[in-house]
């Protein structure tokens, strides 16, 4: 009877073991965990590109007075004709001038009780190649502008700037997608999906403000540089590496 009882229990060990072994031997036989075949890298590119700006632009301001309201928009007018007349003059296009600016109000007593007469102010903006910017601001103040307020510096051809910038910021999401998929044991794929961020050129100090026109005999404008920035995002796909 008791050599029965030691069989029985020989088998139960033998079937719980064998049971055990089903279970755990698939699980070490596992292969190791890799990344699904749609798996995606996701990265942010920035770069920026300088360049010199070409043009300038300046407000030329006239301001009359005069005991009546039409009489000072009528001084103020024939003025601000003459500025223009003088920056067509210098060879700037017409295309590139443009009045921003009338104005005209009453002029009181002290105590504010009294129209003593009108003041009139008229303001013209002008783009300029940066070489003529000088000898601009010169003729606008000889042909009577005693407000002048500029340079505000750009470049005419913004947009090969920007592609340049767009170029780096691609080059720089490349970059970070490579050393993402080197840590993660995949291999970068093709380009999924791109998406352009905003991009602006962002002026940097020139060397000189502008000196008050009317005290040199020329204006020097330094262009400086300024810088075109751009951001990109871009999807890669990846796969299990060999």
Not at 53 to 65: C, E, I, L, R
Not at 73 to 78: E, K, M, Q, V
Not at 179 to 204: D, F, H, K, M, Y
Request: charged share 15%.
């Amino acid at each position: 009877m008791n050599r029965f009882r030691k069989t029985l229990v020989v088998v139960a060990v033998l079937v719980v073991a064998g049971a055990v072994a089903a279970v755990v031997e698939p699980q070490l036989a596992r292969p190791a965990t890799t990344p699904p075949a749609d798996a995606t890298i996701t990265v942010i590119g920035t770069g920026s590109a300088k360049a010199v700006p070409d043009q300038a632009s300046f407000d030329f301001g006239v301001q009359t007075q005069a005991s009546t309201a039409t009489e000072a928009l009528a001084r103020n007018g024939n003025q601000a004709q003459a500025i223009v007349a003088a920056l067509r003059k210098a060879g700037i296009d017409e295309s590139q001038i443009q009045t921003t600016d009338v104005s005209l109000w009453p002029q009181t007593t002290n105590d504010g009780n009294e129209i003593v007469g009108y003041q009139a102010s008229n303001s013209v903006d002008a783009t300029v190649p940066i070489g003529e910017a000088g000898a601009v601001v010169d003729a606008a103040v000889a042909a009577g502008a005693n407000n002048v307020d500029g340079p505000n510096l750009s470049v005419a051809d913004q947009s090969s700037v920007y592609a340049a910038a767009l170029k780096k910021a691609l080059a720089n999401a490349q970059a970070k997608a490579q050393a993402i998929a080197a840590a993660s044991g995949v291999t970068l794929g093709a380009v999924q999906t791109v998406t352009e961020g905003g991009g602006q050129a962002n002026p940097l100090p020139y060397e000189d403000e502008l000196a008050p026109a009317a005290a040199a005999p020329s204006v020097k404008i330094e262009p400086g540089t300024q810088t075109s920035q751009a951001t990109v995002t871009v999807t890669y796909a990846t796969a299990p590496s060999q």
